[in-house]
């Protein structure tokens, strides 16, 4: 169940499949397919390096926290969105 979860929620986040080899070695992270779910519990580093790309950095000092934004050239959806929270 642990793998399920964390694979369908590194979907919602926007993650893709880091493998969809099943036969190949495990790359111990949630988002791999596998035939032993045991050696894929959690997410891998390189999920995380997706997760950034995807949404920024998050830098905080444990009690608070500040998100850098990416500049995405010509995204004027994005800076609609950023404007907004101004």
Known sequence: RLYTMCHELGHGLGLAHSDENFENKDLGDCMDYTH???NNMHPGSSNF???EQLYGRVKGDGRSLRVET????GDRHVNEQEERLL
């Open 49 to 51: 390096k997706a997760l």
């Open 70 to 73: 990416l500049e995405i050239p």
């Open 36 to 38: 032993k779910h045991e």
